[in-house]
């Protein structure tokens, strides 16, 4: 087996199992403040609409956030996460049921209560860093969990971000969270790990380790990207608004499948969706 294939294996979650092909987790930002998306699906109501828009375009997993990341932006409080969230995912699973319901926190609280509602993953920018107890939600959850990389925290991660051979470090760093959490009780085949493309990172750093995605292959977990929309599309492609990087997103969506990723954190299902369906169909060919 190559190592591609080694890495592109199945999750289980529950009793389904996602993957080995592209795994599309759909966007779901229940904050004002989102870099692209903002604002959008505050209402419990109208996120439940696009989760279901999501879901019916192709998206395995519905990711849902209370907080946004984006650089500068400033953390809410665990009360308020949690409040956008949980109805959220109630809200879902009431009418979809069957959906994959995934949780963008790095708050075990946040974490332990979205799973009582039943999430089924948790996605933690900070790798377990961020709250001491997440470790061990997760390990009695036995869920899947994603581990990202990130230089510095949000408020400050792209003020002056310095590596000496990106991909290097951020290979280090995600082998030694993974290691974290193994040493903590959570099951290896529950891991995937993701570079965290913007996370305390330049246009030269994201394109690095796009381009040299590959070797991340070699630390045996399944990779995660989140490239949807962000500035480093924006600043190759002269595209200002986020909306208008669809087709950029797409293009790292193919490079990264390529290269060995297989989940794709995305806004846009139906074109990534696409997109990934033809890298493959090339690739079985
Ligand atoms: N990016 C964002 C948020 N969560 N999680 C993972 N695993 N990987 C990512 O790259 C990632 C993430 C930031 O994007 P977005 O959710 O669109 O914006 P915001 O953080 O402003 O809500």
Do not use: W
Not at 31 to 36: G, V
């Amino acid at each position: 087996m190559s190592r591609i294939e080694q890495t592109r294996r199945t999750l289980r979650v529950g009793s389904r199992e996602l993957g080995p092909g592209p795994v599309l987790l759909g966007i779901l930002n229940v904050t004002p403040d989102s870099f692209s998306d903002g604002g959008e699906s505050l209402d419990p109501e109208a996120a439940a609409a696009h989760a279901a828009q999501m879901l019916d375009e192709g998206a395995h997993v519905i990711d849902i956030g209370g907080e946004s990341t984006r650089p500068y932006a400033a953390p809410v409080g665990p009360e308020e996460e949690e409040r956008r969230v949980v109805p959220v995912i109630q809200r879902i699973l009431t009418s979809r049921p069957e959906a994959v319901v995934s949780v963008d926190t790095y708050r075990a609280s946040t974490a332990r209560a979205a799973l009582a509602a039943g999430a089924r993953i948790v996605n933690d920018v900070t790798a377990l860093r961020g709250d001491p107890e997440m470790a061990s939600v997760v390990a009695e959850a036995s869920c899947p969990v994603v581990l990202m990389h990130m230089q510095g925290e949000p408020k400050t991660m792209q003020e002056d971000p310095r590596y000496g051979d990106v991909v290097r470090e951020v290979g280090e760093s995600l082998y030694a969270r993974a290691e974290h959490a193994v040493s903590a009780g959570v099951a290896p085949e529950n891991i995937v790990l993701d570079p965290g493309l913007g996370f305390g990172k330049t246009t030269e750093h994201n394109l690095q380790l796009l381009s040299r995605l590959g070797e991340l292959t070699a630390l045996g977990y399944p990779l995660l990207v989140g490239a949807s929309r962000k500035g480093f599309i924006g600043r190759v492609t002269g595209t200002e608004s986020a909306g208008d990087r669809v087709a950029g997103t797409a293009a790292t969506s193919v490079l990264a499948y390529e290269r060995g990723a297989c989940l794709f954190r995305v806004h846009d299902v139906r074109e990534n969706r696409e997109a990934l369906e033809m890298a493959a169909a090339v690739e079985g060919a």
